[in-house]
């Protein structure tokens, strides 16, 4: 059974675009709401999705690990995380399921560097760092590590436990392909960067937050 | 050569600490990768107490010039890596309280009972 998890906090406006373009490819589409203060929520259930709640924003890596959960408890097999701000192309969905199905890969990394994308030139840098952070941490180089388009496979939906609350969980979804010696591919993706979602990526200062936690958990672990 | 209590008990500690690093990765708790990182770290420590001398060339920059100095900066970095330690269970003191969110949130979201669903090769 295929699953998508789609964390959101404050989407309503864009939510249930998401769903509609994701439902056709999958069984279920499971939104958790990470303390929205919006209609979030109304709209995903409107929208056909199950829903479930954070009582308070606990933060992407969180909200993540709460849907991948759920969707294990719903017996999901193969779990696809998007994001919920309409960055991510749900087309691109069947390039990325085929390596799973192929049985070539445990995760599949979508990489929006991999094709033409008009990316600006600042969100290029940050992610470029937040490679290298990744590499260092984690001795493992992933070409778009921060994205939050991935598609787990059976193993890794039985493996993963992710600890960090923040965007951080992008990395620590690299350590663990590390840990466990998951197989990964990255697919070449589709993105549409808008002033929305430019504004709801991470600040500079939240850049360097989240990077000097991921150097210090993997030192002090 | 005449070593000081200090020269045989840093290197002694960071031989305790590298171990106990790959003890952890041996037991799958840490990576290989963050094993290395640790010996590496720890090792330069050792290194440095054992031979100060190499640090010769970093003196005139840090006034590390004799082994009284060499004693004060490593207890600095020693509290450093204390205060370090103290962020961390910080954030695991949230990280708590993120659990326990999310334990709510998926018991209120009406989802089958995980013991009769359960992933038996999760491995945690």
Redesign the interface.
């Known amino acids: 059974m295929i699953v998508a998890v789609i964390p959101a906090y404050n989407e309503a406006s864009r939510i249930a675009s998401v769903i509609k373009g994701v439902s056709a490819y999958v069984e279920q589409v499971i939104v958790v709401d990470d303390g929205s203060t919006d209609i979030t929520s109304a709209e995903a259930i409107a929208s056909g999705a199950r829903v479930v709640k954070h009582m308070h924003n606990c933060g992407a890596g969180a909200a993540t690990m709460t849907g991948i959960e759920a969707a294990r408890r719903l017996g999901a097999t193969v779990i696809i995380t998007i994001d919920a701000d309409e960055q991510h192309d749900p087309k691109d969905i069947p390039a990325l399921l085929k390596p799973i199905r192929d049985n070539l890969a445990d995760v599949v990394f979508a990489n929006r560097f991999g094709q033409r994308n008009k990316i600006p030139f600042i969100r290029r840098v940050f992610n470029g760092i937040g490679n290298i952070v990744t590499l260092v941490a984690t001795g493992r180089w992933v070409n778009d590590s921060q994205c939050g388009f991935k598609v787990f496979g059976p193993r890794a939906v039985g493996q993963i436990n992710l600890r960090m609350s923040g965007f951080e969980f992008c990395t620590e979804i690299v350590r663990e392909t590390v840990q466990h010696r998951w197989r990964i591919a990255q697919v070449p993706t589709k993105v549409v960067y808008s002033e929305y979602t430019l504004a709801k990526g991470q600040s500079f200062s939240n850049g360097v937050r989240t990077a000097f936690k991921i150097l210090l958990r993997s030192f002090l672990r | 050569m005449n070593l000081t209590p200090y020269q045989i008990g840093v290197p002694l500690l960071a031989l305790f600490v590298m171990l106990y690093a790959w003890n952890l990765a041996l037991r799958?708790?840490?990576?290989?990768?963050?094993a290395?990182?640790?010996t590496f770290?720890w090792s330069g420590i050792a290194v440095v107490a054992f031979w100060p001398g190499i640090l010769g060339y970093l003196s005139a920059a840090t006034g590390i010039k004799d082994q009284v100095n060499a004693v004060l900066v490593t207890c600095i970095g020693i509290l450093f890596f204390m205060v370090?330690?103290i962020?961390?269970r910080l954030?695991e003191m949230?990280?708590r309280q993120?659990r326990t969110?999310?334990s709510?949130?998926?018991r209120?979201?009406d989802?089958?009972?995980?013991t009769h669903?359960s992933?038996k090769?999760?491995?945690?």
Request: aromatic share 14%; hydrophobic share 40%; no cysteine.
């Open positions: 799958k708790k840490k990576t290989i990768w963050e290395l990182l640790w770290f370090f330690y962020i961390i954030e949230g990280q993120t969110i999310r709510l949130a998926l209120d979201g989802l089958p009972d995980p669903n992933h090769n999760s491995g945690k």
